[in-house]
């Protein structure tokens, strides 16, 4: 996924990512990022909250739902339930 001057990598095995910032500009950067890429589908976030000098800064976050990953962990889930079913059926029959 790129974000303009740098590359963001995320893990392949999530499937719900959560992103905290302490800045809008940052979690700005990566809605645009989710907004770009083709398999990613925004769930939830914060209200961006504009950059304060003064007082305490809240976390905030964007959580987002990486369908590519989930689509691979079906298909291992699947393809492991198969061959148990087969294995299972051939020792039932015998």
């Known amino acids: ?12 095995n999530l499937v719900n990512v959560r992103v ?3 800045s809008s500009y940052q979690l700005k950067r990566v809605l645009e990022a989710i907004e ?15 950059n304060r000098t ?4 809240l976390r ?3 959580t987002f739902r990486d ?3 989930e689509k691979r962990n079906w298909q ?3 393809k492991y339930y198969n061959h ?7 020792t039932t029959a015998d």
């Open 1 to 12: 996924m790129k974000t303009g001057y740098r590359e963001v990598k995320f893990p392949y």
């Open 20 to 22: 905290q910032a302490n």
């Open 54 to 57: 003064a007082g305490p800064k």
């Open 36 to 50: 770009n890429e083709k398999g990613f589908t925004l769930m939830s976030k914060s209200e961006i909250q504009t």
């Open 67 to 69: 369908e590519k990953s």
């Open 84 to 90: 148990y079913n087969d294995t299972k059926q051939n």
């Open 76 to 78: 291992k889930r699947k």
């Open 60 to 62: 905030q976050f964007v």
